[in-house]
């Protein structure tokens, strides 16, 4: 939707000024924003949103995350 569109736009351009939603580390901000960025990139649709996917490139190659994966599975959304 145009909503979503515009959304993800305020998103990726916050992104482009710093790694992680705070600033230069990871921080609760990017546990919290994991899940709404996560399911906004599963839609689909969302095109030329280099800046959340490169964080989103950095979240998937945290050590942590890459154990949660091997203990749980893929991740995956449902419906998505």
């Given at each position: 939707?145009?909503?979503?569109?515009?959304?993800?736009?305020?998103?990726?351009?916050?992104?482009?000024?710093?790694?992680?939603?705070?600033?230069?580390?990871?921080?609760?901000?990017?546990?919290?924003?994991?899940?709404?960025?996560?399911?906004?990139?599963?839609?689909?649709?969302?095109?030329d949103l280099v800046h959340i996917e490169a964080w989103r490139q950095r979240v998937e190659q945290r050590p942590a995350w890459q154990r949660a994966i091997e203990r749980g599975g893929p991740f995956t959304l449902p419906g998505a």
């Open positions: 939707s145009e909503r979503n569109i515009f959304r993800s736009g305020i998103i990726d351009d916050h992104l482009a000024a710093r790694p992680w939603f705070a600033g230069e580390r990871l921080s609760m901000a990017d546990i919290q924003m994991s899940f709404p960025v996560m399911a906004l990139l599963a839609r689909g649709g969302m095109h």
